[in-house]
């Protein structure tokens, strides 16, 4: 089975801090993506990477970042946390670019 | 852009009734579309996935059922538990770009 972790499942910050959230899949995938899921607004493509130490912008990348020094890992990186970052952030991986994608478990995370 | 919609956000039903959960699409070229379980405070789960040269695939206790004439896909599980209770969405595939998600429909059952 494929397994995606997440670092954290939920996480508080101050508005201003660099948050770091990690995801990390031990099925050799290729592709790994950063969504973000609100009420009323369904999943939304922050970043993903369909290779290691490459990256792509999704439909909402401002004010995130990611790195993938690793094949495994695939990080997103919140820079200045601020309040309308409060959601719930979900990593997946996918074998192809198109192809099923598998989630993690997800992160709540809380900007105060 | 187009997107993936979802025809009711709530829809609840009994234990041990059947449940369809529909989910319509706008880009007829799309070609492969799957449906996700998520429960509360959880990732979603893969359920069951079908390519558009079919148009039923049955799984344990669900069947995934595509309309390509009408652009409608759908989810029914049979005997439906309380343990089925979660918001379920659909996504497509459509060539050459990243799945595109739904926004989901709730399912409540009841004991």
């Known amino acids: 089975d494929v397994k995606v972790t997440q670092s954290s499942r939920y996480l508080v910050k101050r508005t201003g801090e660099k948050v770091f959230l990690e995801c990390v899949q031990d099925?050799?995938?290729?592709?790994m993506f950063w969504y973000r899921q609100d009420p009323g607004l369904g999943l939304r493509l922050i970043y993903f990477s369909y290779d290691v130490k490459m990256k792509e912008k999704g439909d909402i990348p401002e004010g995130y970042s990611v790195s993938r020094e690793k094949k495994e890992r695939f990080s997103l990186i919140l820079e200045s946390a601020s309040t309308n970052q409060t959601s719930m952030y979900l990593c997946?991986?996918?074998?192809?670019?198109?192809?099923?994608?598998?989630f993690g478990p997800g992160t709540r995370l809380t900007v105060l | 852009g187009e997107s993936v919609g979802l025809h009711l956000p709530t829809l609840s039903v009994q234990e041990g009734d059947n449940s369809i959960i529909n989910c319509a699409y706008s880009?007829?070229?799309?070609?492969?579309f799957i449906w996700y379980k998520q429960e509360s405070g959880k990732g979603p789960q893969f359920i069951i996935d079908i390519r558009s040269n079919m148009d039923k695939r049955q799984g344990q206790r669900v069947t995934v059922l595509l309309n390509k004439t009408v652009k409608h896909l759908s989810l029914q599980i049979a005997a439906t538990q309380p343990g089925d209770s979660a918001v379920y969405f659909c996504a497509e595939r459509q060539a050459g770009t990243a799945l595109i998600f739904g926004k989901g429909t709730t399912l409540s059952v009841s004991s």
């Open positions: 880009n007829s070229a799309s070609d492969y």
């Open positions: 997946a991986s996918s074998l192809g670019g198109e192809d099923t994608q598998y």
């Open positions: 099925m050799d995938h290729e592709n």
